[in-house]
């Protein structure tokens, strides 16, 4: 037994605290979700989550990932599902990973070939996240976006898996099963970090869309004001 679990949930405290002070999170948070921005996040995640459980299952044998090798977990499909609801049947034609996003996959591919081990972090900082916070993010977007029924939440819902509360406790059992040396833990603590980071840059891009479309508008009103009180 190691003390893995314990050792990513407080070596990411203060990279948690940050993430959730993103403009663009807090927002969300705050029940504020422009819909354009949202598709273009679903988008993002399943370029993201398309790679991590590509090389989940490439290193599915390896010794350390085969513990947390949980199928269940998984979000592509869910997220394809999303996509159609928001940009129709031609949606995959229609999304290509952001400037962040191609940085992130990179680097899970790197090191899905490269250092196998540390796609432990990378799992551990989406899933834990969406097992943690899924159920109240699905509330916020149904609210905020007037979505009705099940349509673009499929992401929030893990069909699979009963109670996400259980599941997380034996997703932590399982971290702390892998065979891995103090050395390694560092490691993998220091790459849980980089993934909160690379999130953080996914979400400051939308921000800044978000602000430039508010910053449009707010221009275009003044300009169509200016002319008004022009005319007059
Ligand atoms: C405002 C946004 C967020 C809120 C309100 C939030 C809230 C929470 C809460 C309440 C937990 C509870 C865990 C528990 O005690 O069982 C949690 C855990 C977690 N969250 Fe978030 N979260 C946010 C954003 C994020 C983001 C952006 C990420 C990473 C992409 C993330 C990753 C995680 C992880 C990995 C855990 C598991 C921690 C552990 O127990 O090891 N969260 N979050």
Redesign the pocket.
């Known amino acids: 037994m190691n003390n893995l ?1 314990k050792e ?2 407080e070596g ?1 405290t203060k990279s ?1 605290s940050m ?2 002070n ?1 403009t663009f ?2 927002s ?2 705050s029940g504020v979700i422009d819909k354009k921005a949202y598709r273009k996040l679903v988008a993002n995640l399943y370029f993201v989550y398309s790679a991590i459980e590509e090389e989940m299952y490439n290193n599915r044998s390896n010794p350390m990932i085969n513990h947390i090798f949980f199928t269940e977990l998984n979000r592509k499909e869910s997220l394809e599902k999303d996509l159609e609801f928001y940009y129709g049947p031609t949606w995959k034609e229609e999304i290509e990973p952001s400037p962040a996003t191609n940085v992130y996959i990179g680097r899970i591919h790197t090191i899905g070939k490269n250092q196998p081990e540390l796609l432990i972090a990378h799992a ?6 969406d ?3 899924g159920q ?1 993010l699905k509330k916020i977007a149904q609210n905020a976006m007037n979505l009705q029924g099940e349509a673009g939440i499929a992401f929030y819902n893990f069909e699979l898996i009963e109670d996400e ?1 259980v599941f ?1 406790n034996r997703y ?1 059992e399982a971290l702390n099963s892998i065979p891995v040396s103090e050395e390694s833990i560092k490691k993998i603590v220091a790459e ?1 970090n980089i ?2 980071t690379l ?2 840059k996914i ?1 400051e891009e939308l921000n800044s869309s978000f602000l430039k479309i508010m910053t449009m508008l707010s221009l275009n009103a003044i300009k169509n004001l200016r002319d008004k009180i022009l005319r007059n």
Not at 124 to 129: A, C, D, I, S
């Open positions: 679990a990513l949930r990411t948690h993430a959730e993103v999170v807090k969300f948070l551990y900082t989406r899933y834990l996240g097992l943690s916070g109240i509360q997380k932590r849980a993934a909160f999130n953080m979400f």
